[in-house]
């Protein structure tokens, strides 16, 4: 197990150390309580309490426990919706050897910057009141933006996990019989690669320009006045963000691949309740090679 994930520790190890950084720099320049969620400590204890116990915690309870509970509902919604005149089988693949999944976590890191920014856009919203001593002040945005995070890393998880308890039981849909009359080409897709498409293209280009644009209107306010280290912790924190939000998601990563076979085994009792327990083959193979 050491081997496997040895990079992919390594790369939490980065993050452990960034926000090591952050913490220090908090807990020297000795700033007051920010939050009444962690009823305790100055902000430096606070802030390490945010990035080393809550974020990692709730990106597993996203990953894990909505996994479970959602996947039933996304494939019920796929034949239903999506899928009403389509062919499900099961495809069986060998687990690889391998952990390359390092950056599972960037899409889902997106939507939760997203959401993040939905929330604290609005300082008057009952999420602000709730999450912060002083709501109202401009000031306090970018550190409410880094609370809301530890809840929406959960949501955007909840949303990505089903998909991939999908994909990973190999469940597959086409379009053979649907339209076989027809010229349209054979159309063979994994149920979970859809919503992972669907998903991807909701957290595209666009969040991380909406990002860009947040922190750049806020840059001003957090620089007027600022401490030597309310400038280095914007640009080491603030600035990567979204990678810095997807390596926190790895330790969740890792235990969804520790899980893998025993997660395939409850999707395949899932779907065999809605009629797909075919095993299937899929093929692409080349007759007129030139």
Not at 115 to 139: A, K, N, T, Y
């Amino acid at each position: 197990m050491s081997k496997k994930y040895m990079k992919a520790l390594l790369l939490f190890g980065i993050f452990v150390g960034i926000m090591g950084i952050v913490v220090l720099m908090l807990t020297i320049d000795q700033a007051e309580s920010i939050t009444p969620l962690i009823p305790f400590g100055h902000q430096g204890i606070q802030f390490a309490i945010i990035f080393f116990v809550l974020w990692p915690l709730l990106s597993i309870l996203g990953a894990i426990l909505f996994g479970y509970l959602l996947t039933p509902l996304f494939l019920i919604v796929h034949k239903k919706v999506i899928g009403r005149d389509a062919v499900y089988g099961i495809q069986e693949k060998a687990e690889s050897k391998e952990f390359k999944k390092y950056f599972q976590g960037f899409f889902p890191a997106l939507i939760a910057i997203n959401l993040s920014l939905m929330v604290v856009d609005d300082p008057e919203s009952p999420f602000m009141q709730f999450i912060l001593h002083e709501p109202g002040e401009p000031s306090m945005v970018l550190p409410a933006f880094v609370i809301m995070l530890a809840f929406t890393i959960c949501i955007a998880l909840a949303l990505f996990s089903p998909a991939w308890f999908l994909r990973d039981s190999g469940i597959v849909y086409s379009n053979k019989e649907k339209d076989k009359d027809t010229d349209k080409p054979i159309e063979i897709r994994s149920v979970g690669g859809w919503y992972i498409q669907l998903l991807k293209g909701y957290a595209g280009i666009s969040v991380i320009l909406t990002y860009y644009d947040f922190f750049m209107n806020y840059l001003p306010i957090l620089m007027e006045g600022s401490s030597l280290f309310s400038y280095i912790l914007i640009f080491i924190l603030f600035i990567p963000m979204p990678i810095i939000v997807a390596l926190s998601t790895i330790p969740a990563i890792i235990l969804l691949d520790l899980t893998r076979e025993s997660r395939k085994k409850y999707v395949k009792k899932i779907a065999m309740k809605y009629g797909v327990s075919d095993l299937v083959e899929v093929t692409f193979e080349v007759i007129n090679k030139e």
